[in-house]
């Protein structure tokens, strides 16, 4: 029983130091092994591989993808005119050799991205300080990213290497700081509303010129409309007289009588009119003539 114990402790004891020996290495991973704290071997290819038991040797895992570092800090910079902008950029970077990077740099990726960060945002001041606000939001932003990612280059693989490599470095947003901005907003507002005003009073001044016109021609049209009908009520009126004249031309006394009639009509034209007239005149003629007529013996 003893002997049987001890075998299966044996094995366990032999199976836990075997398993500190084997570790596995990520395609997206580089494998360190320390021996004592000094950097013994780095494993850049994946799959198992053996180490000494700790505390012998011990392995660490630094990522070998490409990251992406953004900006961090909204702390305005100057320009050229020293106009104060706000940058947003990221960079793209990977680490190359982490024997270096361990040794300058630091034991994981975090280490690496906040020393870039300072040394991106310096290249960035010193570039944009020699530069205006035209440059950084025309074509001539491409040229301040690529002298930034070269100077940031030149401090990363300089006299202690950082063991990175920086693919690319790019700017995503130029804009002013929030007063500046309000400012900008404000004088946008009041040149719209200028004009705006003024196409209100262009086409107020143009309104005011069509209905001008139209008033124009409104006015001449009835002018000839009735010209045009006094002059065809003229010619009715002396047609109207022609007729009258020939018609009364060939019976002047029947003339004078009929004429005679429509008078009296229009003035007795109501029961309750009274009339004070002198019956000697000659409006009463035409009566007194019939008169006497009827009075006249028959033949």
Known sequence: M?????????VLVALALLSSTLFVVDQRQFGVVYALGQIKEVITEPGLNFKLPPPFQNVSYIDKRLLTLSSLDPEPMLTAEKQRVVI??????RITNPSEYIRNVGLDENAGAVQLNRVVRNAFQENINKRTVRDLISVRREAVMSDVQREVLAVVKGAKPWGVDVVDVRITRVDYVEAITESVYRRMEAERKRVAN???????????KIRADADRQREVIVANAYRDAQKIKGEGDGRAASIYADAFGRDPQFALFYRSLDAYKQSFNKKSDVMVLDPSSDFFKSMQSSGSTSNAPRR
């Open 88 to 93: 947003d950029w990221y960079v793209r970077w």
């Open 198 to 208: 003024e196409l209100r009073s262009t086409g107020f001044a143009e309104g005011e």
């Open 2 to 10: 003893n002997r049987i114990g001890f075998i299966v402790s044996s």
